[in-house]
């Protein structure tokens, strides 16, 4: 299986904070690689996919890059809608496999 | 909008198979893949299996040897069985649209806690 793994874990940061997490695939994901936002009690929501594509409807602070095996994504200036976990998630290989997540708290 | 609404029995007991159905209002099942995605109580997203009409499923080697993902085109739905359940298996469970293009899981359903226990 692909490894993603996603870092930092978890971090603290203010409303109008830029924020970047990154994500790490064991092998060249071919920029199949989609970012998701997820609340408590909700279902994940898509917000950037194939690296760099934002998805409609999704704000444009968020934004993603990378290629290969490298990826980031950015909340240009942070909100208070946006403190939620988010995830990447590669989609070339089977089976489908994500990263363990970020979670985004308020500082 | 496309929208897909989940159901399911929430409280199983072990060894015990679970069955998920999820229908597809607003939209048809051809030309996207209907996928199963679990996600155990507050750990990340695992993907179970997917599904596209006219094309095999394809399982989470993990899961293959008891999972079975089929589409009902006359209800236009799809389902999950989980054979061999253990308290492994539970899970807030999720039906999901994946894009043909993009490779993105872009319509979610509301998700259904499954419970395993004795």
């Known amino acids: 299986d692909i490894q993603m793994t996603q870092s930092p874990s978890s971090l603290s940061a203010s409303v109008g904070d830029r924020v970047t997490i990154t994500c790490r695939a064991s092998q060249n994901i071919k920029s199949y690689l989609n970012w998701y936002q997820q609340k408590p009690g909700r279902a994940p929501n898509l917000l950037i996919y194939?690296?760099?594509s934002l998805q409609s409807g999704v704000p444009s602070r968020f934004s993603g890059n990378g290629s290969g095996t490298d990826y980031t994504f950015t909340i240009s200036s942070l909100r208070p809608e946006d403190f939620a976990t988010y995830y990447c998630q590669q989609s070339y290989f089977t089976p489908r496999t994500f990263g363990q997540g970020t979670k985004v708290e308020i500082k | 909008q496309v929208q897909l609404q989940q159901w399911g029995a929430g409280l199983l007991k072990p060894s015990e198979t679970l069955s998920l159905t999820c229908v597809v209002y607003g939209g048809s099942l051809s030309g996207y893949y209907w996928t199963w995605i679990r996600q155990a109580p507050g750990k990340g997203l695992e993907w179970i299996g997917e599904i596209n009409y006219g094309v095999s499923a394809f399982y989470n080697p993990s899961l293959k040897s008891r999972v079975t993902i089929s589409l009902d085109t006359s209800k236009n739905q799809f389902s999950l069985n989980l054979s061999s359940l253990t308290a492994a298996d539970t899970a807030l469970y999720y039906c999901a649209r994946r894009q043909w293009t993009s490779f993105a899981f872009d319509i979610w359903g509301h998700g259904t806690m499954v419970t395993v226990s004795s």
């Open positions: 194939t690296a760099s």
